[in-house]
């Protein structure tokens, strides 16, 4: 028995912006996921108070930041991974 080839691979079209500036695609990219500039956001302000308690020498309060930190970079890679898959589900309808 002779195997046919596998029936050739094409992939979505992928839809295209013309000239498309950094201020747009970042807009853009905000109105379909806005969930993630908020945690990046976070993290960083999260982030910036944890060093100046640690800074001031609050060691108790720096820890609690850097765990909070933690939780806030995993909320920001959460809300990517679901506007990825989200935008995957849509592009296949």
Same mark, same amino acid.
């Given at each position: 028995?002779?195997?046919?080839?596998?029936?050739?691979?094409?992939?979505?079209?992928?839809?295209? %912006?013309?000239?498309?500036?950094?201020?747009?695609? %970042?807009?853009?990219?905000?109105?379909?996921?806005?969930?993630?500039?908020?945690?990046?956001?976070?993290?960083?302000?999260?982030?910036?108070?944890?060093?100046?308690?640690?800074?001031?020498?609050?060691?108790?309060?720096?820890?609690?930041?850097?765990? =909070?930190?933690?939780?806030?970079?995993? %909320?920001? %890679?959460? =809300?990517?991974?679901?506007?990825?898959?989200?935008?995957?589900?849509?592009?296949?309808?």
């Amino acid at each position: 028995m002779a195997a046919e080839p596998p029936p050739p691979w094409e992939p979505y079209p992928l839809p295209t %912006f013309p000239e498309e500036g950094f201020t747009e695609k %970042f807009l853009r990219k905000t109105r379909e996921n806005p969930l993630v500039p908020l945690g990046c956001l976070c993290t960083v302000s999260i982030l910036a108070y944890g060093i100046i308690c640690f800074k001031k020498g609050n060691t108790r309060r720096s820890q609690l930041m850097m765990r =909070a930190r933690v939780i806030a970079q995993g %909320f920001t %890679f959460a =809300a990517l991974l679901g506007g990825m898959v989200a935008t995957a589900v849509k592009s296949r309808q």
